[in-house]
């Protein structure tokens, strides 16, 4: 800060001298006085800012190691029976030491931690399938729709440039229940069509489940692929596609050579925005979801009916999963922008 | 290009099909088409019919095509229109405070921070936002639940309450979180807007004698207005879309159009009833983006370009 502090106060001496009227040292003193307070006070606001971000998440990641049967303080010393519990199921004699009302299976026993729980083990499969499916298909749609846009101007392509980001502008939840019924919607017709038995795999799709959730999460994901993506191909010396095609090349062959390893730090950048916004969504695939629960849903099921040690364990493999996603994607990019310069 | 190609072969064909536009257009179209206007067209005529009935409905006049949009107001205790409004409201009041939290928080970023300071500071701001909403939301239950940290320290450590309070439940608590998951949306493209402007400019302001309050009014402001705009409409939509924070975090009082339009979908099935709220929350949305750019004399397409 000290260093930041020189610079400025450097740069209004010199612009004092530029133009030497009207401003008396005491002036400049007053000001840089006042200037000295005014950042003070804007360090304690981000400090305080900074607290208010963190402290959720610590309180929760410190809880989900305390051992207690009910998620709240004191602390009671540290157990990872909330992750995985070794002991889980066995039935043991009440701990006299920790009488916390547990009958019939003992309280080691009775922990269900992350890894113990087939239900949540599951719903994280499933969260990953999905994820995985939207990224790429995200990433393709992503890729053919910016070289459309970058690429080309053509009739009417402003309207359907702002048809693309509508996505962008429509709540979560509504584009989940219009796909919801647009889904149910077109089942009648297919049936009449086609025949009862002809189409079953395709209405069983149609259904809520885990293949319209996927694209219910692309619908909109697509477009911040999109973007990201653009933001890169802007850049792109098309020079270098037309040099690959003066030596023989087609445009095909240039694309998939030149221009793909060049939007490569876009695509992982994009790939990685759209898995965590899938794995995470909530608002549209609560409309789409079947039977076959996502994590974000099961979670919320789970914390609407009670709140366990185990919610806070699953929060803290979600914090650490996400945040270790993120700075991965952000050293290999930064690893990347070092090693060209 | 094509104009080229037609003078040197001329007797080809006069129409070439523009294969570099009509490739990626395919997927585009399907996504669009597929995913984003039918289905809201499908929306629209489930609104505009009568429960169970797949054919448009002519009871009287006014009903022949509104009856789903009118119902809801014409409902003796108002409850469409009082969740409505309030979410209208709340959201809007939500993205003022988040503006107000944002604000310094992006200059201090863009104008006061330099080097890796900036950087680390941008990254401590960035990482809780990699985190899902929902575990956010629910970390706030754990400090403001009646069991939880706030009343931990406030009874057992400090002793200044004697019973534990339910911080949960009301429109402060509802607020504070709110602010919570949206600011960072805020601060983000106010800091990149504010990055532009260069150090010199403020300077010479203060130089032509503007205090602080001018400075800012006139010179910093100014610059920033296009991403405060962005910044607001995504804040404003990201509350009235939301879903989460209404159910976990507000009140008994505290209902959500989204959580109106849940339980006509899921709950006790009416597609139509639920089809017409989801439109009139959408057209609402649309119409608050339409104001708040006119308002800052700003377009849809560079505000999204500016980002």
Redesign the interface.
Known sequence: ?N??HS??NS??TR??QR?NG??TQAGIRR?RIGRRA??LL??L??VV??I??????I??GV?AFNNRD?????WKGLTLDWFYNPNYGKVEVEDETEAAGQIGIGRAGGRVGVFNDQDLLGSIKNSFYVAIAVTALSL??GT??A??FE??R?KGD?L????????L???????G??????GN?IVGPLRAIFGRETVKPIVSLLRPGLFIVV??Q??WI?TMATLIISARLRRFPMVQEDAAMDLGAS?FKAITSITIPFLRPALISAGVVSF?LS??N??TT??LIGSDPTL?IL??SR?RFE?TPQ??AV?VV??LG??L??MAA?GLEQLRSSGRG | MTAQDSITTPRKRKFKVPWAIVLPAIPLFLWLSLLIVFPHIRLAILSFLKRGQDIFFLDNFLNIFLGNYLAPFQDPDQLFSRVFFKTVLFSLVNTLLSLIVAYPIAFYLAKVLKGSRKFALLLLLILPYWVSELVRVYAWMNILRETGFLNYLLVNVLGIFDQPVEFLYNNTSLFVVFVYSSVLLMILPIYSSLEGLADEQIQAAEDLGAGPFATFRYVVFPISLPSVTYGCILVFMISAGNYLIPNLIGGKNTLWVTEMIYNRFIISTNWNLGSAYSLILLISTSIMIYLGLRLTGQSLRGVFSEQ
Do not use: D, H, K, Q
């Open positions: 800060m260093n930041n610079t400025s740069t209004s612009s004092s133009n009207g401003i000001s005014l950042w804007f360090g606001y981000v800012f900074i208010y971000l963190y402290a959720p998440l309180v929760t809880l009910i998620p709240s303080f004191p393709v749609v053919t729709t070289l459309l690429r080309n053509f402003t359907l440039y702002f048809a693309m980001l509508a996505p502008v429509i709540p979560g939840v509504i584009l229940v219009s796909i919801l019924a647009f919607s694209l219910g692309f619908a697509a445009r965590l794995f995470e909530f608002g609560l409309f974000p979670f919320f914390l709140i919610i806070n929060s979600l914090i996400t945040i996603l993120g952000l």
